[in-house]
């Protein structure tokens, strides 16, 4: 499609509901005319994760009013959206059944284009969004379900150098606060507590570190965190507020490390990158963003992470990437499926466990 292009973007893969309302010019960089996030994390609180059912409910209950909302921000009405933009894949089926059905209705009751995303397309497209990135770019996609490193080619060209083999950052740091008694999401509860704690006082693992290639694993490190909690209990009883901040750092400084051991490898086998840039939930905790701009400085290459508010789920990433595939003159129609897997590198073998455990998954 060409000219000025106004997409009205729907998210509701995971325990996000999301709308948002993007523009872009020819060539030029977005512009998030309103974006609206709501999230789930009250229903699920009491289940220790997300409970799919009640996740698809809510997103019934609360996409409309978003869509209503986004619009009403941008000061738009239907007849001035170019066309609609939605996650149809990979997350819970419900949830993204729930955004694919709103989508395919808005679109056939307006006469609208439609256009499916790869949610993971979205986070990885993003620094275009934030900061107009040029092609080629690797990212790191840091999230509660996912973990991998892509070479990012084109709005439909994705090349992953490597991933996790069983959880993803996100899931672990989310594990380890459920362990330490620390509210969910863990991921910014790990961190402040990490900013407490001595990261030396316990010897934890880095799993992979030396293993050739980009491939990472979390769930040992997890399983030691476990452990060390374990011991401390059988030996005292309980643990100690600077016990479990030394727990914290001490995992989020074995994280860092993997991370940046396995970035560093992945800038040394992408000559020719735009850029290093990291999107998804992990993203915004920010001594890893530290390790990983670091890593970035030492090859010699820009780093990137866009704002907190659209490294995690938002549907303006959704419409950009949406934008990004009708530039390209891709397009769907009312045969969209919603899709619970849809790897980004399809050539790139699966790997064991992968995307495929927690809620996330
Ligand atoms: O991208 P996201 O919103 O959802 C998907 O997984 O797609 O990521 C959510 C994940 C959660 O596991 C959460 O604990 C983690 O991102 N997270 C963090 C931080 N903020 C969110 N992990 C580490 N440090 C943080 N500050
Ligand atoms: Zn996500």
């Not at 979390?218 to 909690?229: E, I, P, Q």
């Not at 992945?266 to 670091?294: D, H």
């Amino acid at each position: 499609m060409d000219g000025i292009l106004t997409v009205l973007g729907i998210e509701s893969s995971c325990d996000d509901s999301a709308a948002a309302v993007v523009r872009q010019a020819p060539g030029g960089r977005g512009e998030i005319l309103a974006s609206s996030v709501v999230g789930q994390a009250a229903l699920h609180a009491d289940f220790g994760g997300v409970v799919p059912e009640i996740a698809a409910r809510a997103h019934v209950e609360v996409l409309d009013h978003l869509v209503e909302a986004a619009l009403a921000e941008a000061g738009l009405g239907l007849d001035e959206i170019d066309a609609l933009a939605v996650t149809a894949g990979p997350g819970l089926i419900g949830g993204v059944l729930a955004g694919v059905m709103l989508a395919k209705g808005i679109a056939a009751a307006r006469g609208l284009p439609l256009v499916g995303v790869n949610h993971l397309a979205g986070h990885a497209l993003t620094p275009r969004l934030t900061d107009g990135l040029e092609f080629p770019y690797l990212m790191l996609l840091v999230s509660g379900g996912h973990c991998q490193f892509l070479r990012v080619e084109g709005a439909d060209a994705f090349s992953r150098l490597g991933g996790t083999i069983d959880d993803a950052p996100g899931e672990a740091f989310d594990k380890v606060a459920r362990l330490l008694g620390l509210p969910q999401p863990g991921g910014p509860a790990v961190e402040a507590e990490a900013a407490r704690g001595d990261p030396a006082r316990f010897a934890l693992p880095r799993p992979l570190i030396d293993r050739q290639g980009c491939d990472l694993s979390f769930s040992g490190l997890k399983t030691a965190v476990l452990r060390a909690r374990d011991a401390m209990v059988a030996e005292h009883g309980g643990i100690t507020r600077a016990d479990r901040a030394d727990l914290c750092a001490g995992f989020q400084a074995a994280v860092g490390d993997v991370l940046a051991a396995k970035a560093a490898r992945a800038l040394a086998q992408s000559p020719g990158m735009s850029a290093f840039a990291v999107a998804g939930g992990v993203a915004a905790n920010a001594a890893l963003r530290a390790r990983l701009k670091a890593v970035a400085q030492a090859a010699g290459v820009p780093f990137m992470a866009p704002p907190l508010a659209l490294c995690t789920d938002n549907a303006a990433m959704i419409a950009w990437a949406g934008i990004e595939r009708l530039r390209l003159g891709q397009c769907d129609d009312m045969t969209l499926a919603a899709r619970p897997r849809w790897p980004l590198d399809t050539s790139a073998p699966a790997l064991i466990g992968s995307g495929k455990r927690g809620a996330k998954g």
